[in-house]
């Protein structure tokens, strides 16, 4: 007879968000004379900007046709994306990011839980806490945290790093030593950032011990300080150590479009393995690729962006 995977089970109740989010509709049914302002999930408020609305328009007229015409995307997403993310999110802010160190996706969230996927399940993972909850439910799902406290919400095997007023929000370096670090800058929950000599320490303390971080910048359009990086490869060091997320949810609206891309480096590797064959294999596996017609939306507002 069929099993069914048991670190399921080990998952307590639903989704976070999904359950913030029946306890927020019951309540609005309840109270309908009440404003609810929602500081759970980070969804966008404002229509699509008139030129993603005309490139859109644009790619699907081009669907339409039989001479611009597209079927399944490349891989890696198409080569005018890639090109534009390297010029304009990497290579302007000094950053050596090549298009095929680039893969395109239907969002960072897909990537955050699918990318422990090409890590063996022997790993110890280290968290932020308080913590986008999509890191811990897929190393809990693949069988790498251990037993649960229902008590003290925890997991026997992931270290914990706390975010408290006491530190000002920033993760210390950890007293025990993990394999996979996942950091988030801005930060999902708290909103806080750390600075290109914070982030340094991360990326020096990752090559010391053979760690690997995977660095979540999908809110990374709100940085403002010039001392605060918008990537982690601004840092020496970080192309042997670091994995980058990024969304286009968040600077350009798209939670109902879906896009977002992984950033692997060719230098990352463990041992002689390389983690950007790795995910290029798992991604040509497993991913069809993104849509062509949100794919040029993007692409027209980096032209915008590098113009504005």
């Known amino acids: 007879m069929f099993k069914v995977n ?5 998952l307590p109740g639903s989704y976070l968000f999904s359950t913030v989010g029946k306890k927020q509709r019951a309540y609005q049914e309840a109270h309908p004379d009440k404003k609810v302002i929602r500081l759970s999930i980070g969804d966008v408020t404002q229509p699509l900007v008139p030129a993603i609305i005309e490139a859109l328009h644009k790619a699907v007229d081009e669907m339409g046709h039989a001479e611009t015409f597209r079927g399944y995307a490349p891989d890696l997403g198409y080569e ?3 090109n534009a993310i390297a010029d304009n999110d990497y290579k302007a802010r000094g950053c050596q ?3 095929d160190e680039i893969f395109v996706s239907d969002g960072a969230k897909c990537d955050s839980g699918n990318i422990q996927e090409i ?3 022997d790993n110890r993972i280290a968290v932020c806490d308080p ?9 809990v799902m693949a069988g790498r945290t251990g037993t649960y406290d229902p008590v003290r919400e925890t997991w026997s095997d992931v270290i914990y790093m706390p975010c408290t007023a006491d530190n000002n929000f920033a993760p210390e370096l950890p007293k025990e030593t993990p394999d996979i670090i996942y950091l988030c800058f801005p930060n999902n929950p708290t909103g806080s950032t750390i600075t290109k000599a914070q982030l340094q320490e991360w990326v020096d303390y990752a090559n010391k011990t053979g760690a690997v971080i995977i660095y979540d910048a999908a809110y990374e359009a709100y ?12 840092c020496e060091g970080a192309r042997t150590c670091a994995i980058e997320l990024r969304s286009f949810s968040k600077n350009a609206g798209f939670t109902g479009v879906r896009l977002g891309f992984t950033v ?6 463990s041992g002689d393995v390389s983690l950007h064959s790795l995910w290029a294999r798992r991604h040509g596996t497993k991913y069809n690729g993104a849509p062509y017609i949100v794919q040029p ?3 027209y507002t980096h032209r915008r962006e590098r113009h504005s």
């Open 264 to 269: 692997i480096p060719k230098e990352l590797k």
């Open 6 to 10: 048991e670190n399921y089970l080990k």
């Open 223 to 234: 940085i403002s300080e010039a001392d605060v990086p918008h990537s982690i490869y601004e």
């Open 119 to 121: 890590f063996g399940l």
């Open 80 to 82: 005018f994306l890639r």
């Open 97 to 99: 990011i090549s298009a």
């Open 297 to 299: 939306a993007r692409q």
């Open 131 to 139: 913590v986008y909850p999509v890191y811990v439910d897929t190393n």
